[in-house]
């Protein structure tokens, strides 16, 4: 399962796949179940962490 969440990880903060794209890459029999384990591992829903990482790159960017 972490193996699982760690490659999810890498594929949201890439931003190439939707979401529906990463669950079924990695190959999660539904969306729910992929939101449910990854929530579970990470305290985030995959939208929420891809919304965290792009605002913290942001932030990093105003801020060099």
Not at 38 to 55: A, D, E, H, M
């Amino acid at each position: 399962k972490r193996l699982k969440t760690e490659e999810a990880k890498k594929l949201l903060r890439e931003q190439s796949l939707s979401v529906s794209e990463i669950c079924d890459k990695l190959g999660y029999s539904s969306i729910h179940n992929f939101t449910r384990a990854f929530k579970t591992v990470t305290g985030f829903s995959p939208t929420g962490y891809r919304k965290s990482i792009l605002l913290l790159q942001s932030t990093s960017e105003k801020n060099s």
